[in-house]
């Protein structure tokens, strides 16, 4: 209980809340584990609470009408999601499947809106998450109605470089999961990873890319240079 009250506290979602909350958060709270594939809930099923991922990487996915995968986002531990069923109390907008083994925290909504009710703390923190939900994704609309392949791609590598060096995107996601969160096929991806080497902006060994030019690669995610 104490190792989880201290995961509890560090996610974003409930930092600064007191130890009194976070103690009342860790008694609702009911850990789940999964396997890699296994679904964790569907499109349109009835969503009766949240989550936050614990252990693992999750996406969170929309099915076309003819079963084309476009993943909406990777789930890292401590992020949450689902969070949509606190407000509405109806269904799940997307489906949410584990990438690999995990774990995720589920916090039943009737439980978790009492406690919203008692600290307004809480409260403001979720609109602040939703907010950035709500910024990721008009993002992503307009990345994937606007923008090429290519500027997807380039905008991707740099926004994924290491913190500590710029070069440096480690890829967490199997190349054909990539391609379906940049809305495209992994043929296509192929495609552009191989022009990007060949023209000298980036080398690819393994899931690990350097970048060599971002200089190019920030012109070809703005649209002023093109992947020739």
Same mark, same amino acid.
């Given at each position: 209980?104490?190792?989880? $009250?201290?995961? #509890?506290?560090?996610?974003?979602?409930?930092?600064?809340?007191?130890?009194?909350?976070?103690?009342?958060?860790?008694?609702? $709270?009911?850990?789940?584990?999964?396997?890699?594939?296994?679904? #964790?809930?569907?499109? =349109?099923?009835?969503?009766?609470?949240?989550?936050?991922?614990?252990?693992?990487?999750?996406? #969170?996915?929309?099915?076309?009408?003819?079963?084309?995968?476009?993943?909406?986002?990777?789930?890292? @531990?401590?992020?949450?999601? =689902?969070?949509?069923?606190?407000?509405? =109390?109806?269904?799940?907008?997307?489906? !949410?499947?584990?990438?690999?083994?995990?774990? +995720?925290?589920?916090?039943? &909504? *009737?439980?978790?809106?009492?406690?919203?009710?008692?600290? @307004?703390?809480? !409260?403001?923190?979720?609109?602040?998450?939703?907010? =950035?939900?709500?910024?990721?994704?008009? &993002?992503?609309?307009?990345?994937?109605?606007?923008?090429?392949? @290519?500027?997807?791609? $380039?905008?991707?590598?740099?926004?994924?470089?290491?913190?500590?060096?710029?070069?440096?995107?480690?890829?967490?996601? !199997?190349?054909?999961?990539? +391609?379906?969160?940049?809305?495209?096929?992994?043929?296509?991806?192929?495609?552009?990873?191989?022009?990007?080497?060949?023209?000298?902006?980036?080398?690819?060994? *393994?899931?690990?890319?350097?970048?060599?030019?971002?200089? $190019?690669?920030?012109?070809?995610?703005?649209?002023?240079?093109?992947?020739?």
């Amino acid at each position: 209980m104490a190792k989880l $009250a201290d995961f #509890i506290s560090n996610v974003t979602l409930f930092k600064g809340l007191p130890k009194e909350q976070i103690d009342k958060l860790s008694k609702i $709270a009911v850990v789940h584990g999964y396997r890699r594939g296994e679904e #964790i809930f569907s499109d =349109g099923e009835r969503a009766n609470g949240l989550y936050v991922l614990f252990l693992g990487r999750v996406k #969170i996915f929309k099915l076309s009408s003819e079963g084309k995968e476009q993943i909406l986002h990777i789930i890292e @531990p401590g992020e949450p999601f =689902g969070e949509v069923a606190v407000f509405s =109390g109806k269904t799940f907008p997307a489906h !949410a499947e584990a990438l690999e083994e995990s774990k +995720a925290i589920f916090f039943p &909504r *009737g439980a978790f809106v009492g406690l919203i009710t008692q600290d @307004p703390y809480l !409260a403001m923190n979720m609109l602040a998450v939703l907010s =950035g939900r709500l910024k990721y994704f008009t &993002r992503l609309v307009e990345d994937l109605s606007l923008k090429e392949v @290519p500027q997807r791609f $380039a905008s991707y590598l740099l926004s994924g470089s290491d913190l500590k060096d710029k070069r440096q995107v480690h890829l967490n996601i !199997a190349k054909g999961q990539l +391609a379906s969160l940049l809305g495209t096929i992994p043929e296509t991806l192929s495609r552009i990873l191989g022009k990007m080497v060949s023209e000298g902006l980036i080398t690819v060994q *393994g899931r690990k890319i350097t970048v060599l030019n971002r200089d $190019a690669l920030e012109g070809i995610a703005s649209g002023r240079k093109a992947l020739i």
